[in-house]
T-cell receptor, first 116, second 116 residues
């Protein structure tokens, strides 16, 4: 079974500062992908960044980077230079790479508030 | 715009009524997923289609729920005899099948169901 844990229900960050959102996961699948999504109040899940379990380097996408520590089973999201528009819910998700649905398993989310 | 669309965006219904939601995926995507998101939780997988075939259903999908994708394009999710516990955001996502390229799941804006 897959389990995604996000221990921070809410986080605050000053505008222009960096913030780290924590995510740990548990899986018995040897191959998997890790994702971060942003969900603003409108409800749509917006893909931010992806990390494959066999990728040697941490993924980066603009101001987003994923701090992947496979041995610790953690996949923290780092947002640099926070902007007011970053205020939203952030979800960590995992997808095992095997036959079948390949559906996403999500954590409970972290609500990020950027303070001007 | 060629993103995933869902209709309606909001639905209020009385307990015991039937409701139907529609999802239009990205046109070239052959996989379509339905997720349910309750308050304070991340999305949970309900079911998925590859083309017109429904290949997997979660245990969350009770007998009152039925999903179709008759021509392999749009999909409908019907809930019969709605209960208050069905109140949630219903999210649709689409992707290509494994091995066909970018397998990222793209989400629609969701349908928020309120059962009174």
């Amino acid at each position: 079974a897959q389990k995604i844990t996000q221990t921070q229900p809410g986080m605050f960050v000053q505008e222009k500062e960096a913030v780290t959102l924590d995510c740990t996961y548990d899986t018995s699948d040897p191959s998997y992908g890790l994702f971060w999504y942003k969900q603003p109040s409108s409800g749509e899940m917006i893909f931010l960044i992806y990390q494959g379990s066999y990728d040697q380097q941490n993924a980066t996408e603009g101001r987003y980077s994923l701090n992947f520590q496979k041995a610790r089973k953690s996949a923290n999201l780092v947002i640099s230079a926070s902007q007011l528009g970053d205020s939203a819910m952030y979800f960590c998700a995992m997808r095992p790479w095997r036959g079948g649905a390949n559906n996403l398993f999500f954590g409970t989310g972290t609500r990020l508030t950027v303070i001007p | 715009d060629t993103g995933v669309s869902q209709d309606p965006r909001h639905k209020i219904t009385k307990r015991g009524q039937n409701v139907t939601f529609r999802c239009d995926p990205i046109s070239e995507h052959n996989r379509l997923y339905w997720y349910r998101q309750t308050l304070g939780q991340g999305p949970e997988f309900l079911t998925y289609f590859q083309n017109e075939a429904q290949l997997e259903k979660s245990r969350l999908l009770s007998d009152r729920f039925s999903a179709e994708r008759p021509k392999g394009s749009f999909s409908t999710l019907e809930i019969q005899r709605t209960e208050q516990g069905d109140s949630a955001m219903y999210l649709c996502a689409s992707s290509l099948a494994p091995g066909q390229g970018d397998e990222e799941q793209y989400f629609g804006p969701g349908t928020r169901l309120t059962v009174t």
